[in-house]
């Protein structure tokens, strides 16, 4: 007869019950599977952020709304921002917690999300502040304006909801389209001096210089801007003719206020493009948001730019 030690029948059966645990899932090594709860990232801010099961996503910025739709993460949102006009339905599905500008700490808290994306231009810096000292992670998103820029954001939506064969496949197509863009331009080397006008102001234009996403599209679509200040201005009469831009762009939204003010102006039908009456409207989240639609945008405005007036 085998001889069995004292206590040999409750160690194999604690040996049994741990392999039982262990495969039927109940019992897990860290070291081998993450829970989406362990994840740590690092956002535009420099700031570590442990984010939980983002299943209760509030995206604040268009940019955002737009990348995760075409990440198939759409169930995942709960609400927006109105800059979050694409998909169109976003706005129509989701709650709306305003303008990404003139945000509401309360109002975003009290739908109860799991997981803010923000851009990182969005504000006010108090509303900011109140959202960073809750219990809920607050992820700030690169809002700079560049190609590289967006295929960065892309792949870091994408790693951080867990989609990141999704975000390369979005990745490769807007490389393509990018590279489109980049053959219109060298098949179209004539450079156009373009004036963003954001809005009227007590009916005087407010422009875009450097450092905009206007600026930056311009470049991207082979144009110049004429109007070498940073950030937004104010133009009098006599400034815009000394800008003399071959065409004016503006945001769809808008364009009507706009145009009918241009071409009332005597300065403006001063300049080339108000002699050509070449008054460029594009929608204002394709145009400026520098999401996957971007190569796209720009290449729209580049063929506007090489159609005779």
């Known amino acids: 007869m085998t001889y069995k030690p004292a206590g040999h029948g409750r160690v194999e059966m604690g040996r049994r019950l741990f392999a039982c645990l262990l495969a039927g899932g109940v019992l897990t090594m860290p070291r081998i599977s993450r829970s989406a709860g362990d994840d740590l990232f690092t956002d535009c801010r420099g700031r570590q952020v442990k984010t939980g099961p983002a299943t209760r996503i509030a995206s604040i910025g268009g940019t955002i709304t737009e990348t995760l739709y075409a990440l198939g993460a759409d169930a995942r949102i709960i609400a927006v921002d109105i800059t979050s006009t694409w998909p169109a339905q976003a706005l129509r599905e989701k709650k709306s917690v305003g ?22 231009d969005c504000g006010p810096p108090q509303v900011l502040e109140q959202l960073m000292a809750s219990d809920v992670p607050v992820v700030f998103v690169d809002a700079t304006p560049s190609e590289n820029a967006i295929l960065a954001r892309t792949r870091f939506l994408a790693k951080l909801i867990h989609a990141q064969m999704a975000g390369d496949r979005i990745c490769a197509d807007i490389s ?18 373009v004036l963003f006008v954001m809005r009227m102001s007590n009916n005087r234009l407010m422009v875009a210089g450097t450092g905009t996403a206007a600026d930056a599209v ?27 831009p071959d065409a004016v762009l503006t945001m769809e939204q808008d364009a009507p206020q706009v145009r009918a003010a241009l071409l009332a102006n005597a300065g403006f039908r001063l300049t080339p493009a108000g002699s050509s009456q070449t008054i ?30």
């Open 99 to 120: 303008y990404m500008r003139a945000l509401s700490a309360e109002g975003i808290l009290s739908l109860q999300p799991d997981l803010i994306l923000a851009m990182n």
């Open 218 to 244: 311009i470049r991207l679509a082979g144009g110049t801007n004429p109007a070498t200040f940073e950030g937004y201005r104010i133009l009098d009469q006599e400034a815009l003719i000394g800008l003399r």
């Open 280 to 309: 460029i409207a594009m929608e204002g989240e394709r145009l400026l948001g520098f999401g996957p639609r971007t190569p796209d945008a720009a290449l729209e405005l580049a063929r506007h730019l090489s159609t005779p007036a």
């Open 176 to 193: 393509r389209h990018f590279d489109m863009l980049s053959q219109w331009r060298a098949a179209h080397p004539e450079t156009k001096r």
